[in-house]
């Protein structure tokens, strides 16, 4: 098989583009219909994203006039919710996204609007497989070409070049960050549509059904970095178990590979567990009460089948 995903997330990751697709549908055909343009729109909405920062009033204010824009008649609400989703995605290629802030104006955006928060899945599915998660191997009865094949994993092309390994990595672990830092945002009075309950499904269907190599050893390292803290926080002993797993069963096989590329990624994953680092709230996760300076410092940038026992 192909593609190698839990059927759960297939099936959830295809409801998602539904909703994307709908969406996009419609956004052509206002584009079509309408003598007016709404770029202004849009670039309102990617500006706000860029001055997101980790501070309370930065995200709550951030949040608020997203809120604002979606409810203005004067722009189509799907116009506004599509460049959200795009540009929330797109952002995090910037060094200077800080993840968990931008996490929270996201979950503070969507307990107000919860249709929201499927397209904004539905565009992470597109820019990232892994935050389905699924993974895809190659098949040369598949794929034409190896190039058709980096390109369904979510390689870059440029002049019709695929990007670098190396390039293609920083930008999966930048996805992978936002992504892990979205399923443990709580502020409170918030209802994060997509939180705890969802990184645990993701990790279970995860583990039981990608391959380990060097794509899902970024994956999995940058969400335990962002998400492991929130998530042993909730479920302890259970996180502890697939923490078990994970040394295991997945350093296991990525070990037996035998290739040395792979050494400083299982080094760190082998560190955050044998160091507990998941004890440690990482930096930048608590929204600060105000910045120090003007200039904010970037950020460094549902069970586990084992012997057929599900942690769900």
Not at 2 to 24: M, Y
Not at 66 to 83: D, G, T
Request: hydrophobic residues 40%; glycine residues 4%; positive net charge.
């Amino acid at each position: 098989d192909v593609v190698k995903a839990a059927k759960s997330a297939l099936i959830v990751e295809q409801g998602r583009l539904q909703k994307f697709k709908e969406i996009d549908e419609k956004n052509r055909e206002i584009h079509i219909n309408f003598v007016q343009d709404f770029s202004s729109n849009e670039r309102h909405v990617a500006r706000l994203i860029r001055q997101i920062r980790g501070t309370k009033d930065n995200v709550r204010s951030k949040a608020s006039e997203l809120v604002k824009i979606f409810s203005n008649p004067a722009c189509p609400q799907s116009i506004s919710i599509a460049a959200f989703a795009r540009k929330v995605v797109s952002h995090c290629e910037s060094p200077d996204n800080a993840a968990f802030a931008c996490a929270h104006v996201i979950v503070m955006v969507t307990s107000k609007m919860p249709h929201v928060m499927d397209v904004l899945l539905a565009e992470f599915h597109m820019a990232c497989i892994f935050t389905v998660p699924k993974y895809i191997v190659y098949s040369k009865a598949a794929f034409e070409s190896k190039e058709a094949y980096y390109k369904a994993l979510g390689f870059q092309e440029d002049n019709g070049k695929i990007e670098n390994v190396k390039d293609y990595l920083k930008r999966l672990e930048s996805y992978m960050r936002l992504y892990g830092a979205l399923v443990q945002t709580e502020p409170p009075g918030f209802q994060n549509a997509h939180g705890l309950k969802e990184g645990w499904a993701w990790l279970a269907r995860f583990l039981n059904t990608l391959p380990a190599n060097v794509y899902t050893a970024v994956a999995l390292n940058a969400f335990l970095q962002m998400a492991g803290f929130g998530l042993f926080r909730r479920y302890r002993r259970q996180f502890q178990k697939i923490l078990n797993v994970i040394s295991e069963d997945y350093l296991g096989a990525l070990k037996a590979r035998g290739d040395s590329e792979l050494k400083p990624i299982i080094a760190e994953i082998q560190s955050y567990i044998e160091d507990k680092k998941f004890l440690k709230e990482p930096e930048g996760r608590a929204m600060q009460d105000s910045l120090l300076s003007s200039v904010m410092v970037p950020e460094s940038d549902h069970g586990y089948n084992q012997s057929n026992r599900y942690y769900y």
